[in-house]
């Protein structure tokens, strides 16, 4: 089992920059693909960036060249950088992980994975 807990959101307003960080507890966080979810009112769950366990990243095509996804295994924590913040990125910013199974992850395997309880970014123009 696999707790995650998020942190680092706040109020910035466009143009600034946030650090989330998702730390584990209960496994090492290297053996999971982890991902950031976000959500905002009103719109469906969005994926923004992920990380497999050989470290190989994807992002989506509204967050990339602005936001960076890292791992730091000592503190089994987790973050993602965001720079250049745009207003339409405010959400709430979920991680979450699932078993790295070494195949390719689909978005709904996401689903039956761990989910952290969210942290509200909000980036005001």
């Known amino acids: 089992q696999v707790q995650l807990v998020e942190s680092g959101g706040g109020s910035v307003q466009a143009g600034g920059s946030l650090r989330l960080s998702c730390t584990a507890s209960?496994?090492?966080?290297?053996?999971?693909?982890m991902a950031w979810f976000r959500q905002a009112p009103g719109k469906e769950r969005e994926e923004v960036a992920r990380?497999?366990?050989?470290?190989?990243?994807n992002y989506a095509d509204s967050v990339k060249g602005r936001f960076s996804i890292s791992r730091d295994n000592d503190k089994n924590t987790l973050y993602l950088q965001m720079n250049s913040l745009k207003p339409e990125d405010t959400a709430m910013y979920y991680c979450?992980?699932?078993?790295?199974?070494?195949?390719?992850?689909?978005?709904?395997?996401?689903?039956?994975?761990?989910w952290g309880q969210g942290t509200q970014v909000t980036v005001s123009s």
């Open positions: 979450a992980a699932v078993a790295d199974s070494g195949y390719y992850i689909y978005y709904t395997q996401f689903s039956s994975g761990y």
């Open positions: 209960g496994d090492t966080l290297s053996r999971y693909c």
């Open positions: 990380m497999r366990s050989d470290r190989t990243t």
